[in-house]
């Protein structure tokens, strides 16, 4: 990883248009992640950049807290007071659904089977013979034309 002199010490160097704020652990691989603060309608929140996972831009309130609590200004301070593992609380969980249960046998013995109604076969429709349509179409337009 390279590094830049910031803060009485060092930060990871990005090409991000936005300045290096912080670093923390990586959440996914445990490296170093530089955080950044972002601009415009969106300055109140939190990105990071990790060399080996990417940019994260999760924008839940748990996950900008934890970055804002475990923020240290360089390298040395957070191999320092680096958390021993990083604990975040899922944004959205959604309650599990009990597995159907199976049907005894007694209850398939007493159950009728559904019945199978078979689909009905669609109308043929009679085709008329392309030769007719040709014929219509030139006696037709004899008719207008010599008319006209």
């Not at 309608?41 to 999760?58: H, P, S």
Request: glycine letters at 8%.
């Amino acid at each position: 990883m390279k590094t830049e002199p910031k803060n009485g010490g060092t930060v990871p160097l990005r090409t991000s248009k936005n300045p290096v704020v912080g670093v923390v652990v990586c959440q996914s691989c445990g490296g170093a992640c530089s955080v950044h603060q972002s601009k415009g309608k969106r300055a109140a929140l939190l990105y990071t950049i990790c060399d080996n996972c990417g940019t994260d831009q999760r924008t839940g309130a748990p996950i900008q807290e934890y970055w804002r609590s475990t923020m240290q200004p360089t390298l040395e301070a957070l191999a320092e007071n680096a958390p021993a593992k990083p604990e975040v609380k899922p944004e959205k969980t959604e309650p599990e659904q009990p597995p159907e249960a199976a049907p005894t046998a007694a209850q398939t013995e007493n159950t009728p089977a559904p019945e199978i109604k078979p689909e009905p076969e669609p109308k043929q429709t009679e085709k008329g013979k392309p030769i007719t349509a040709i014929i219509f179409g030139l006696v037709f337009g004899g008719i207008c034309g010599a008319a006209a």
